[in-house]
């Protein structure tokens, strides 16, 4: 009897303790969503009124602004180790005028160019201090890009800013590249849309609209607003970094989870970001929309996925007369998903689209270099024995 009677008091005490609590629990819950919403308002409210709009630069930079002397061009190199094309770039930047390029390397941390690493003395310690370690389809790669434009726009004279791997090949002298790109008041950055894009994860929105996702080459060459405009970002970088991420490789010891790992997004930050930070502060009227560095990709894999995809490397055979005179006689690029035919140009006068080619093994850099491509051939460099 009064384990009966203690049961059928028990529910009308907790009744109305449940409902108090229920109610203490909607409070809490409620003043929670208040302050994460108030912080989330004050994290994008800032940039999404003004992106980048406000004149000061966030970070204390040379004010370049007001510059009239010699436009220079940032050769900027993202590179593993040392440079394997050091010879052609030697030749490459010995045709040139001193005053009109500079030169930044993000290698290796503590990975140093002196006479031990390279053969070509444009490199010594051009090297960033700050270099980070690069994992390739990371976000760290776009950081060791970021830290490049960053370091390069300390100097003001620089106006241009080429982004190159070590794979790169220039396929001409350094005056035809640096009236093309002097010339151009635009960008030249690679970048359209895919409907059938999967990369885009809709986490990142609000920041990362996906009317403004872009997709495209790494390889780009940006005026110096723009370059400005990469390094002062301080919020769509943190959205890739915490959205945009290689899917990992199948792994068999961990059996049953491969299939939610597959099921993730599969972002290559670096085929995103310059395109989609752009986009988002409103500034492809100022680009030409297209890479001025090109890369051939093996047709045969055409049937797998993109991602399966390999560029092309060009050995000594593949780098003859003919097989150069056909990159460089390119002058539109077709872009399949947008319809869309980029007849090339730097500003309104029609040129071909191609100044530099990947990716070129030592073989085919020599080849170019005893061609004269880039400059005056000089055997010296190649009988000298590599660092
Ligand atoms: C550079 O190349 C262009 C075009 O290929 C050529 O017309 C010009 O004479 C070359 N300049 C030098 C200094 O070799
Ligand atoms: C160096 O820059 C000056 C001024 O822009 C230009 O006249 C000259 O042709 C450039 N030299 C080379 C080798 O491109
Ligand atoms: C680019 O083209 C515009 C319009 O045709 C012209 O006004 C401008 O001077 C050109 N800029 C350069 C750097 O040649
Ligand atoms: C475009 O590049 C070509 C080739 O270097 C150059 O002759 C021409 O002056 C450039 N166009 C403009 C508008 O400067
Ligand atoms: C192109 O891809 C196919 C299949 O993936 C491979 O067998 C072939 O060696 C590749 N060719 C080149 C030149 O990379």
């Not at 593993?80 to 045709?95: A, G």
């Not at 930050?269 to 500034?283: F, G, I, R, S």
């Not at 490397?313 to 593949?318: G, L, V």
Request: glycine share 4%.
């Amino acid at each position: 009897m009064s384990k009966k009677a203690q049961t059928s008091v028990k529910p009308g005490l907790s009744m109305r303790h449940v409902l108090c609590l229920g109610w203490k629990i909607v409070i809490l819950v409620s003043l929670a969503l208040c302050v994460l919403a108030f912080i989330r308002i004050q994290q994008y409210s800032e940039p999404m009124i003004s992106p980048y709009s406000t004149a000061l630069p966030r970070r204390s930079r040379v004010l370049a602004d007001q510059f009239t002397g010699n436009p220079k061009i940032a050769f900027l190199f993202l590179v593993r180790r040392n440079m394997p094309l050091d010879f052609l770039w030697e030749s490459f930047f010995e045709n040139a005028d001193k005053e009109n390029f500079s030169i930044y390397i993000h290698s290796e941390p503590g990975f140093v160019y002196d006479e031990t690493t390279t053969r070509s003395s444009f490199f010594y310690n051009q090297q960033l201090k700050n270099s980070v370690k690069v994992a390739w389809g990371e976000a760290n790669m776009i950081e060791a890009e970021r830290l490049l434009f960053e370091e390069a726009l300390q100097d003001p004279a620089n106006r241009r800013f080429v982004l190159l791997s070590d794979s790169c090949v220039p396929l001409y002298n350094f005056s035809y590249i640096y009236n093309y790109l002097v010339g151009s008041p635009r960008s030249f950055v690679d970048s359209f849309t895919d409907k059938k894009d999967e990369r885009y994860n809709p986490k990142m929105s609000p920041v990362i609209s996906k009317r403004n996702w872009r997709k495209g080459s790494q390889w780009v060459a940006l005026i110096r607003r723009h370059a400005e405009v990469v390094v002062d970002d301080e919020t769509v970088f943190p959205v890739f970094r915490k959205f945009c991420k290689r899917r990992p490789p199948v792994d068999p010891a961990r059996g049953k989870k491969n299939l939610k790992l597959q099921k993730q997004h599969n972002c290559i930050p670096d085929e995103h970001y310059v395109q989609t930070l752009l986009a988002l502060n409103d500034l492809e009227s100022e680009l030409e929309r297209r890479t001025v560095t090109y890369t051939s990709w093996n047709q045969s894999a055409t049937k797998m996925e993109h991602e399966a995809w390999h560029p092309f490397t060009f050995s000594y055979a593949d780098s003859g007369p003919q097989q150069i005179k056909n990159i460089k006689d390119i002058n539109h690029v077709y872009y399949e998903t947008e319809f869309r035919t980029e007849w090339c140009s730097n500003n309104s006068t029609l040129v071909t689209c191609f100044l530099f080619a990947r990716k070129f093994s030592r073989g085919a850099a020599m080849r170019l270099l005893s061609r004269g491509i880039v400059g005056n051939f000089d055997v010296s460099a190649l009988l000298e024995p590599p660092p």
